[in-house]
């Protein structure tokens, strides 16, 4: 105080404003100091709105996180004591797209000192990447090569693309995907792969599909065959040939290749061996070399059955493989729709009772008939059959007592999603004759010449299945195909008469 006071001059002053002047230091002086003591006690607060209360903030990569918006207030016990905003300077960024450290602070300043609270933003990765595959849209994929892939990707918040990264391994038909982003995360992707061989083997015969000879005069060698496949390659000694030839009796004989590839696809070829007796007659056999049955079908067709005729017929087919379409009513043998169907023929709806005058009186009357057909066929067979034929044939005269009545029942079947069926080659069976070499020289007379035929024959005849075993082996002679009908088969429709 006595050194402040030195510094002013007595001799500048009048004594009367020297001592005003004195009075004002002093009391400037004890202002001072008093705003200094009062300020030491004064506590001063500054006070954080919106700060964390943790140290250590975590967040996950990529999230929508945004630093705390964060004000402060200055606060006294004598000054202030309202609270004052003060300005608040932050520092350091976070990058919320890459795993780290970041360190944020909030700095304030303020009369008498400053404050910088800091947090640390941890920027974490626990998010797996996502691997994406592209669909496989191939209906099959042959096996044993390597899988062509139809492509994949894979990409992660926090490293990007990760595609070159992905490892993929494949365990029986599962393709497998995988990859781990920096930070360890793992992500598998799993795809089922179609393989398949949908390409049956090929069979080639050397030397004729078709060999003759006579009793004595010749013998059955082999003349061998070859076969090969998509998949297994030469597949010849997996040929099996079923059958034999015995070149004392003179008959028809086929012989038949069968060779299965390694995913199941089988393939059958025949060949046919004409043993002639000395005389030249083949039993069962018919002279008529020109006749090339080759790509052409012959679907046999029994209509009016089961039967007591029928369980033979049907072993007769068995005999041969060859597989027929049965257009059953309810009169006979229903028992055998069952085996017919297990047997792998085509059991499709002919009528229930087969009464012309009942089932064509009208649409209700013809549909009821059906249905109740065609739930017997449901309860041997296990499914309803979508194959139909109209008693008398479509083009039949029978109905003309209701005028209209088949052209309508032609649409409506179709309408209801049946397919009905006519034929192209009658046997004669239903009235014409009743000789069983009749029937075979219609049937066979009926074929030769034709794509595709539909066969009409009636298995409540005995005469027209003892034929049968005749034109199978005619027909296979020949290289004609037997099939069984489907949807898909042609239908041989009639014009429609009534
Ligand atoms: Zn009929």
């Known amino acids: 105080m006595s050194r402040k006071l030195k510094l002013f001059k007595p001799d500048k002053w009048a004594p009367k404003t020297r001592r005003t002047a004195l009075i004002a230091a002093v009391a400037a002086f004890a202002l ?44 006294g016990n004598v000054f202030c004591t309202g609270g004052r905003a003060l ?8 990058d919320f797209t890459k795993p780290g450290e970041y360190e ?26 996502v691997i994406t595959l ?6 099959y994929v042959l096996p044993g090569a390597d899988y062509d892939d139809p492509g994949y990707s894979a ?29 360890g995360n793992v992500a598998t992707a799993t795809r089922e792969i179609p393989f398949d061989d949908p390409v049956p083997p090929e069979i080639t015969l050397k030397g004729e599909k078709s060999v003759t000879y006579t009793v004595g005069e010749g013998k059955y060698e082999e003349p061998g065959f070859t076969a090969a496949d998509n998949l297994d390659g030469d597949v010849t000694d997996k040929v099996e040939v079923k059958g034999a030839v015995d070149d004392n009796n003179p008959g028809v004989y086929t012989l038949r290749y069968v060779v299965k590839d390694s995913y199941g696809n089988e393939t059958t070829v025949r060949r046919t061996v004409t043993v002639r007796a000395k005389d ?43 597989k027929a379409t049965f257009f059953v009513v309810k009169t006979g043998r229903v028992d055998l729709i069952a085996r017919e169907a297990a047997e792998g023929h085509t059991v499709a709806i002919h009528s229930l009772t087969h009464e012309y005058k009942d089932i064509y009186k009208s649409e209700e009357a013809y549909f009821a008939d059906l249905d109740a057909m065609n739930e017997i066929i449901k309860e ?22 209701n005028k209209g009545i088949m052209t309508r029942l032609a649409a409506l079947v179709e309408e209801k999603g049946y397919k009905y069926f006519d034929w192209n080659v009658s046997s004669g069976d239903a009235g014409g004759t009743t000789s069983t070499e009749q029937v075979y020289k219609n049937v066979i007379g009926g074929v030769k010449n034709r794509k ?47």
């Open 32 to 75: 001072f100091a008093g705003a200094v003591a009062l300020s030491l006690f004064n506590n001063w607060q500054v006070e954080f709105t919106g700060l964390p209360e943790e140290d250590t903030i975590t967040v996950e990569c990529g999230s929508e996180y945004a630093p705390p918006e964060v004000t402060a207030e200055l606060r």
């Open 380 to 401: 041997k067979t296990g499914s309803y059959s979508k194959l139909l034929r109209f008693p008398g044939g479509s083009s039949n005269t029978v109905s003309r007592f």
């Open 452 to 498: 595709y035929s539909i066969v009409l024959q009636h298995d409540i005849k005995g005469f027209s299945v003892d034929a049968v075993e005749r034109i199978i082996v005619w027909g296979l002679e020949h290289g004609f195909t037997f099939l069984p009908l489907t949807e898909e088969s042609p239908g041989a429709h009639f014009k429609i008469n009534n």
């Open 155 to 183: 990409a992660d918040i926090a490293d990007g693309d990760l595609t070159a990264r992905v490892v993929r391994t494949i365990e029986g038909s599962v393709a497998t995907y995988t990859v781990s982003d920096a930070a």
């Open 280 to 322: 030249g007659t083949v039993p069962g056999g018919e002279d008529s070399p020109e006749i090339d049955g080759a790509g052409k079908v012959i679907y046999l067709t029994f209509d009016d059955g089961p039967s007591k005729y029928t369980e033979k017929l049907l072993d007769v087919l068995k005999k041969y493989n060859v």
């Open 134 to 139: 592209t669909p496989e849209e191939r209906e």
């Open 87 to 94: 300005e608040v300077e932050r520092e350091g960024e976070v």
């Open 104 to 129: 944020l602070s909030w700095r304030v300043s303020y009369f008498g000192g400053s404050k910088t609270p800091r947090r640390v933003v941890r920027v974490v990765d626990t998010t797996p990447p």
